[in-house]
């Protein structure tokens, strides 16, 4: 464990940060965490993401949530690496992600609740 004041000179030493707002939304057996992401506390958010852990092997998709219907919703495999949070530190970069992502997205079955 490190000490306070080490924490602090590695956090102002460090070239990312970020600050992450997290809420959790409970349906059924399955808990939907929704970040939104700032470069710091106070700040405009440049990203709210939402995600859901499966049960390993599980062979069906869940109902969106009532409070996520109606925004984009589509499924990232898991491990993929370009929405771990080191990656989502920069909004720039997010930014690019998520045109990338929309583009993806426009092949791939989206999530829906029918």
């Known amino acids: 464990m490190i000490s306070p004041d080490d924490y602090l000179l590695l956090r102002e030493a460090s070239m990312e940060s970020l600050h992450k707002t997290r809420f959790t939304l409970k349906q059924d057996d399955l808990f939907w965490d929704v970040d939104?992401?700032?470069?710091?506390?106070?700040?405009?958010?440049?990203?709210?993401?939402?995600?859901?852990?499966?049960?390993?092997g599980t062979p069906w998709q869940p109902t969106i949530?009532?409070?996520?219907?109606?925004?984009?919703?589509?499924?990232?495999?898991?491990?993929?690496?370009?929405?771990f949070n080191r990656h989502l530190s920069d909004p720039c970069l997010v930014s690019q992600l998520l045109e990338e992502f929309i583009h993806e997205s426009k092949t791939t079955p989206k999530l829906t609740n029918s």
């Open 36 to 56: 939104f992401f700032s470069v710091d506390k106070g700040s405009p958010f440049y990203l709210v993401m939402a995600e859901v852990e499966m049960p390993e």
């Open 65 to 83: 949530h009532p409070l996520l219907e109606g925004f984009d919703v589509a499924w990232v495999p898991p491990g993929d690496k370009r929405f």
